[in-house]
């Protein structure tokens, strides 16, 4: 298995710009997380799907994130518009529910200017 | 000017010696822990887990112990490599929360040769 994979790897744009993120989990899978990783706020949780459903979105900034899963195997997550302290390395991890333990992609390392 | 972010705690061990890497939870009613691994530029990596009714669990030249009483886990490295140079982080699963993860802040571990 490829295991969760994340694009695009690095992302730079103006603020004010619209950025879209894509994860692509583990096939199987039936539940995705979005984190964002900061030096400031460490590893935090935006979001989390079950089945394709939103569970918890209490982790998501403000307005300007959003994030959907149309399918088992895509999901995106968009801001706009984009603002310089949005940078930071967003993670999306994929679950089976059977087992514990979330597998993470390589991240996306995103810089607003 | 001068930055602020979380001040990681950093743990210096010479090749060869067992490291102890400890992590504070605030939850007693999480009902799983679990450590992740996190090399420079990698997402985190799934190390071990524990459940709560359990005292400790061995892994592959890792051990994790929980001490429900404070609230305290750890996780020790046996006969630490160059290559356990990360940094860790210890998570609680949240079941309240529809069974998310909340991670510590982390621990840099650094291997001397």
């Known amino acids: 298995d490829a295991g969760v994979i994340q694009s695009p790897r690095h992302e730079v744009t103006e603020m004010g710009q619209e950025v879209t993120l894509r994860c692509k989990p583990i096939s199987g899978h039936n539940s995705l997380f979005w984190y964002r990783q900061t030096m400031m706020r460490g590893l935090e949780l935006l979001i989390y799907f079950n089945n394709n459903v939103p569970i918890d979105d209490s982790g998501m900034p403000e307005d300007r994130f959003s994030a959907k899963m149309p399918n088992a195997s895509f999901s995106t997550l968009k801001i706009q518009p984009s603002e310089p302290r949005d940078s930071a390395v967003y993670f999306c991890?994929?679950?089976?529910?059977?087992?514990?333990?979330?597998?993470f992609g390589p991240g996306t390392r995103l810089t607003v200017t | 000017g001068e930055s602020v972010g979380l001040h990681l705690p950093t743990l210096s061990v010479q090749e060869g010696d067992n490291s102890i890497i400890n992590c504070a939870y605030s939850?007693?009613?999480?009902?799983?822990f679990i450590w992740y691994k996190q090399e420079s530029g990698k997402g985190p990596q799934f190390i071990i887990d524990?459940?709560?009714?359990?005292d400790k669990r061995q892994g592959q030249r890792v051990t994790v112990l929980l001490n429900k009483t404070v609230k305290h886990l750890s996780l020790q490295i046996a006969a630490t490599q160059p290559g356990d140079s990360a940094v860790y982080f210890c998570?609680?699963?949240?079941?309240?929360?529809?069974?998310?993860?909340?991670f510590g802040a982390g621990t840099i571990l650094r291997v001397k040769s």
């Open positions: 998570a609680e699963n949240r079941r309240e929360y529809g069974n998310k993860l909340v």
């Open positions: 524990i459940r709560s009714n359990m």
């Open positions: 991890a994929s679950r089976d529910d059977r087992v514990r333990e979330q597998y």
């Open positions: 939850n007693s009613a999480s009902d799983y």
